[in-house]
């Protein structure tokens, strides 16, 4: 079994609810108000370690209240952070608005711009023998650096690359598998046909489709989805998937057995408010007949 090494963003999250999204100048109510932990990067450590062993989180945190909250609540999951850069920034913040069981969410990077090439170098021991995991919410270069690191060392590497920006893709031949949900797939690709995506890049990209699962090619178009669920917050649906999936692979399960518990994890995921709060534990998800698959 292998170690899950997650390079990534940690913010403070703070959930808003309200009925609609305001206009351009207008002022509305909100319905409730949460401080959670958050990040992209966090959020798929959290996922891996609450359904396998060895998870590693390799990030910044800031200064002040919000990393000695952050702390606190690393301390009750599963994860090492004893490599964790800590700087005077300010720690990444975001802003998420849920309405009709959507969101919408602006974030704010601060200490995670401090995820240099300098800070992967000096740990960068890490990544060997590991499933490595990286999102888009630290700086480009050093993602690249991370990704020629694994390139080299025969390293899976699964890249999340969410939020989207314009990459190299290039850089496709390099990474293990490539993880865009929709919207990043159709600014990524320039293209919204995702079947021929997914066939141009077999067994690389995987393509989220929300409430109909996973797209991937493997000799065929291959589609995970799920049971209709009642959604009560998508926020780190995506996340729990990457971070199931990297769990999965590093417990040896076959990548199409990975997916469909990553697939089952998200659904799961999206019951209870807050990107990790519906995490699901390997319990949850042990038994095949239980994931709650089309």
């Known amino acids: 079994m292998k170690q899950v090494v997650v390079i990534g963003s940690s913010n403070i999250d703070l959930v808003y609810q309200v009925t609609r999204l305001p206009q351009l100048g207008e002022t509305i ?15 798929q450590a959290v ?29 009750k999951e599963n994860i090492d952070i004893s490599q964790l850069k800590e700087t005077n920034t300010e720690t990444g913040t975001a802003i998420i608005t849920i ?23 000096k740990y960068e021991y890490l990544l060997n023998d590991s499933i490595v995991v990286i999102q888009n919410e630290i700086k480009q270069e050093t993602n690249e650096y991370i990704i020629d690191y694994c390139y080299k ?25 490539f993880t865009p949900n929709e919207t990043e797939a159709s600014e990524i690709f320039e293209s919204s046909n995702y079947n021929e995506i997914v066939k141009k890049y077999p067994r690389k990209v995987i393509i989220t489709v929300g409430k109909e ?15 209709p669920t009642k959604a009560i917050d998508t926020t780190g ?14 417990e040896n399960y076959t990548l199409h057995k990975a997916l469909q ?6 659904t799961l995921s999206i019951k209870k408010i807050g990107a990790q709060a519906g995490m699901p534990k390997k319990e949850e998800i042990s038994d095949e007949k239980k994931w709650n698959l089309k």
């Open 153 to 177: 060392n025969e390293i899976t590497l699964i890249y999340n690359p969410a939020p989207a920006r314009k990459i190299d893709l290039k850089l496709l031949e390099k990474v293990s598998y």
């Open 29 to 43: 109510f909100g319905n409730d108000l949460q401080r959670l932990p958050g990040g992209k990067g966090l959020n």
């Open 47 to 75: 996922a891996a370690a609450r359904v396998c062993e060895n998870v590693i989180f390799l990030g910044s945190f800031g200064c002040g209240s919000n990393s000695a909250f952050l702390k606190d609540f690393i301390s």
């Open 99 to 121: 309405v009709e069981n959507d969101n919408t969410i602006v974030v704010i990077p601060g200490a995670n711009n401090d995820i240099d090439i300098d800070y992967i170098k």
């Open 237 to 250: 649906a995506g996340d729990t998937l990457n971070g199931i999936l990297a769990a999965s692979l590093a």
């Open 261 to 266: 518990r990553a697939v089952s994890g998200a």
């Open 213 to 227: 699962g996973i797209l991937y090619y493997d000799n065929e178009v291959v589609n995970i989805a799920p049971q």
